[in-house]
């Protein structure tokens, strides 16, 4: 559960984001970058299980994904030995390009003579091996709360294979080559090969929590294809940088209904059954120490950044942030129509310093009579997500994730980063799941997830 709360404290951890351009489904962000909260994960199965499980129980023998081209995936179990069936699950994932296979055929065209003629060019197309791609995974139960996962993935059109192994626990230890990361503007970025240990304290709803990770990266990261070059995030150069946070966090109930739920009907959604307006604020420090082309970040472009000492090829920063959320429900997903509204906001302040500087600029330039200056108020904004969520009927909800922040360049001084749109069915047998179908406008992806425990 310890990812579930990562999420929704702030967008200061490096939690794995959804994408549909890996056949397992999992980038990770840019360290230090925040991302919108409908692209952010909680716990989950991994994308072979979540598959097996649209065939087996919703009737599905392909699950439909888009980035770039519309693709088709299924899951094959592999037989395993009957001891090990329990604590051993391995799968063999394929993908097949839709879009790619119809372009090549209008291309190529058909012949007309006759019709096995056409078949033949048909199975001729098919054959093709660019169309396809595979992922080898199984996981291991090594204890009720430890797992450990290994992952092969290749493409038939010469895409660099991608191999991945962790074990998981409240310490997590992942090595990926090459990793997949996604920056803010919705790059992605291949680094040949990183390690990296996550170390949380188990979650809890208020209080002090601490999380320690280290992140090592080798090679130069490269760019994605078919986008925009830009620049490479400072973040992701070689190097190893470690990170230890502290915090505390309040949780507050505003009001919170004391009205009881219909008898004898379940709720959609045992999370999502309780009428409330409650409230959290979280208050911590960080310390970044980075060795290697990570140190060489520019931190001279701002001095505000709190304490900083840098060295010949090693730097160390600490500052403090903060972060303050508003949740808002009303109904209790029992009803067939319209019985479910959720509305949720986060505020983050990434960096204290940097807004305690600001904050002393506007109040300068306010008391000698002038407008505060654009950068100035730039740095006392924090940044904000917002959450939009409407049962439609029965199990079946919309909802809308974006970023929002301040642009004092438009006529309305706001900009809308990154929506991301969803359609929810609520699988009430489980008691808190969901299947759950997103699609970003921004970075032209879609993908169907099954998500557990998500409030």
Known sequence: MKKLRWVMDGGFWDVDVSTPV??????????????????????????????????????????PSFSNALSLQRVLSLPLPSFARDTWFSTLLGQFNVQKFVTSLRRNGLRQESDTSSLQSIWRHLSDPNLYALNFSSE??????????????????????????????NLTLEATSPALFVDHLGNYWDVPFTWALDLASVASDSGTSCHFCINHTVGSPKQCEDQPMSSVPPSLLPGL?????????????????????????????????????????????????????????????????????????????????????????HGNFQKLFLDLTRFYTRLDIPSGSKFLVGASQVAFDLYNSQAPRIEAVQAICPTASLSIQQQIAGPFSLRVDAGVTLDPKKEW???????????EYALQVLGSAKALAWYSPKQREFMIELRFFET
């Open 22 to 63: 890996t056949l397992d489904g999992v980038a990770r962000p840019v360290p230090g970058e925040l991302l919108p909260l409908g692209l952010t994960r909680g716990p989950t199965l991994s994308r072979p299980k979540q598959i097996d499980f649209f065939q087996r129980f919703m009737a599905m023998p392909f699950v």
């Open 140 to 169: 291991w139960l090594l204890t009720p709360e430890d797992t450990m996962l290994l992952s092969l993935e290749a493409h038939g059109d010469d895409k660099t294979p991608r191999k991945k192994a962790f074990p998981h626990h």
């Open 241 to 329: 940088c470690a990170k230890c946070a502290v915090s505390m966090k309040k949780n507050f109930d505003i009001w919170r209904s004391e009205a009881p739920k219909t008898k004898m009907v379940q709720p959609y959604d045992i999370f999502l059954s309780n009428p409330h307006i409650s409230a959290s604020a979280t208050l911590g420090t960080v310390v970044t120490a980075s060795l290697g082309d990570k140190s060489l970040r520019d931190h001279t472009k701002d001095e505000s950044l709190g304490f900083r000492a840098k060295g010949a090829n090693s730097a160390i920063v600490a500052d403090l942030f903060a972060s303050a959320s508003l949740s808002v429900q």
């Open 413 to 423: 001084y706001l900009n809308v980063n990154d929506p991301v749109f969803a359609v």
